[in-house]
């Protein structure tokens, strides 16, 4: 089990699984910080309900994606959940595969990973939540871009959740912008860095994110920096910014 004690910024993934338990039907207040970010959640919902699940612009993709992001949109209220780590089926989150862990491990974990949502500001891993549509960087009227508005939010639980951990930063840019950082302290911010020198991106990079994210939580270096430093990946090194 691992020995640091620091709280995991990872992004949430575009690709979600459409299961859902209907014994958990999701309401703003759901979650870790839906005591604190319930009014912002409902005006979203609120408002892409009213926009019939958000137009094709809003949402970033056509046809049947289209569809299934405004039917579920619409929905939100009283929708079937999952937990975040099992709602989140993307590159990132498939190569961290908490359902891998042992139960113990896994229970450990999910409580230390926090997610910016642009639907939801955060997320903790455990969190039950609906399948949806939304983009940090997506502007929906008339709250502007979702990062700007989820903003000051996010910040103040951040700063109420994080104490004296520090904060490990695996974000891309688009939830970086929801967060204002010069109110945190500790926080490590890690980059992956190609071998070869080419820019970092695409499938594979994302892949190395969700291992990194694995290596970070089962490692037993209290360390954070040598963790780090100790990621082995044929493609990427892993280092904290300066």
Same mark, same amino acid.
């Given at each position: ?5 620091? =709280? ?13 338990? *209907? ?37 970033? /993709?056509?046809? &049947?994606? =289209? ?15 999952? !937990? ?6 993307? /590159? ?23 997610? !910016?949502?642009?639907? =939801? ?20 009227? !008339? ?16 700063? &109420? ?25 500790? /926080?490590? *911010? ?20 969700? =291992?990194? &994210? ?9 360390? /954070? ?8 990946? !044929? ?8």
């Amino acid at each position: 089990m691992a020995t640091q004690d620091f =709280l995991l910024l990872l992004p949430p993934s575009e690709g979600k699984s459409e299961a859902g338990n *209907r014994s958990h039907p999701w309401t703003p207040r759901l979650g870790a910080f839906g005591a604190v970010l319930e009014t912002s959640r409902t005006q979203i919902a609120a408002q892409l309900r009213k926009d019939k699940g958000g137009a094709q612009k809003l949402l970033g /993709v056509g046809g &049947a994606h =289209l569809t299934r992001a405004q039917s579920c949109n619409m929905q939100l209220i009283g929708a079937s959940c999952l !937990p975040a780590w099992q709602r989140y089926t993307g /590159v990132v989150w498939d190569h961290l595969d908490l359902a891998s862990l042992s139960a113990t491990q896994r229970n450990a974990f999910i409580k230390r990973i926090i997610v !910016p949502s642009g639907l =939801l500001g955060l997320v903790r891993a455990d969190d039950q939540i609906p399948d949806y549509r939304l983009k940090m960087g997506a502007r929906l009227a !008339p709250f502007g871009t979702m990062s700007k508005f989820w903003n000051e939010a996010i910040t103040d639980a951040l700063v &109420a959740t994080v104490k004296k951990r520090a904060v490990i930063d695996l974000l891309p840019n688009e939830h970086r912008a929801a967060i204002n950082w010069d109110l945190l302290d500790n /926080v490590v *911010r890690v980059d992956l860095v190609s071998h070869s020198g080419a820019i970092v991106g695409g499938h594979n990079a994302k892949a190395a994110k969700g =291992l990194l &994210a694995r290596h970070l939580l089962v490692s037993t270096n209290a360390d /954070v920096r040598r963790t780090v430093a100790s990621f082995k990946h !044929p493609e990427y090194s892993a280092k904290v910014a300066t």
